[in-house]
């Protein structure tokens, strides 16, 4: 489990704190470096652009209370 972590890099999304691939656009918000590269609401419906919107503001919500990963934390793996 541990060799098949340290193979694949990945990284997590700064938009919507998904697990995304390094160097790769997140598929669950599109964006890649801080940028938007894919619209990816646009492609959804309106019943899951809405669904989508509600849960981005949800994790924006949460963002502030969270504490920053410490570096002890990221020492652990
Ligand atoms: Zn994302």
């Known amino acids: ?3 098949y972590i340290s193979r ?8 919507c704190k ?3 691939l390094a160097h790769t656009v997140c598929k669950n918000c599109g964006y890649y470096k ?3 590269v894919i ?6 419906t309106k019943k899951d ?3 989508r919107e509600k849960e981005m503001k949800k994790i ?3 963002e502030g209370k969270e504490k920053p990963v410490t570096m002890e934390e990221l020492s652990k793996r």
């Not at 694949?8 to 938009?15: G, I, Q, R, T």
């Not at 619209?39 to 959804?44: A, D, E, G, I, P």
């Open 18 to 20: 998904k697990p995304v």
């Open 60 to 62: 924006e919500k949460e």
């Open 1 to 3: 489990m541990h060799k």
């Open 8 to 15: 694949v890099v990945l990284n997590v999304c700064p938009k």
């Open 39 to 44: 619209n990816v609401l646009s492609k959804l």
């Open 34 to 36: 801080g940028k938007e």
């Open 49 to 51: 652009k809405k669904a």
